[in-house]
């Protein structure tokens, strides 16, 4: 199975800040990697896919880049709305696999 | 719009199988771009995906899970179900069931609001 591997865990930011998050599987995946926010008591809720394709209707200032083993969520200016949880998956192969999440806290 | 909804008992005893329904709305369930899957969340595992099904009845399975798993569709219902047998306390969890889009690196783009299932004596 392929390993997906958050860091940090957590983190604390202010409204405002720029917010970075790494992914890193165990093995290269090319860019086979979708990010994902989830609020609590609510389901999760596609970012991007394809590493750095933003869907249909999720603001600008999410982005994601990488590939291979190396992979990055980036929000440029985190908004009120954006104090959530945040999850990468890779759908390099079965079992299709999360990595442990990254909780954004209010600073 | 393509919405999902999950349905089924929410508290079971150890050794029962777990039976939920996915209904799906506003689009249909043979879609050729879409796979139908079922993934879990509790608190000790976190995001666990246990499988998929394709409309033409083609199933994948996680095999942490693939010997207690079953999943099936019913095109005609527009709906799609999981059943796990011999359910224990470490099969407590938040289940969704979500729709993949083929192509777009197989993401989960829609996913059903979720239902809590309990194993308890």
């Known amino acids: 199975d392929i390993q997906m591997t958050q860091s940090p865990f957590s983190l604390s930011a202010f409204v405002g800040d720029r917010v970075t998050i790494t992914c890193r599987p165990s093995r290269t995946i090319s860019s086979y990697v979708n990010w994902y926010q989830q609020k609590p008591g609510k389901a999760p809720k596609l970012l991007i896919y394809?590493?750095?394709s933003l869907q249909s209707g999720v603001p600008s200032r999410f982005s994601g880049s990488g590939s291979g083993t190396d992979f990055t969520l980036t929000i440029s200016s985190l908004q009120p709305e954006d104090f959530a949880t945040y999850y990468c998956?890779?759908?390099?192969?079965?079992?299709?696999?999360f990595g442990q999440g990254t909780k954004v806290e209010i600073k | 719009q393509l919405q999902l909804k999950e349905s089924g008992p929410g508290l079971l005893k150890p050794s029962e199988t777990l039976s939920l329904t996915c209904s799906v709305s506003?689009?249909?369930?043979?879609?050729?771009?879409?796979?139908w899957d079922w993934i879990r969340q509790s608190p000790g595992k976190g995001l666990e995906w246990i499988g998929s099904?394709?409309?033409?009845?083609?199933?994948y399975y996680n095999s942490s899970l693939k010997s207690r798993v079953t999943i099936s569709i019913d095109t005609s219902k527009n709906h799609f179900s999981l059943n796990v047998n011999s359910v224990t306390a470490a099969d407590t969890a938040l289940y969704f069931c979500t729709r993949r889009a083929r192509g777009n690196s197989d993401s989960f783009d829609i996913w059903g609001q979720g239902t809590m299932v309990t194993v308890s004596s």
């Open positions: 506003g689009g249909s369930i043979t879609s050729s771009s879409s796979y």
């Open positions: 394809g590493a750095s």
């Open positions: 998956q890779q759908s390099h192969g079965a079992p299709l696999t």
């Open positions: 099904i394709y409309y033409t009845g083609k199933t």
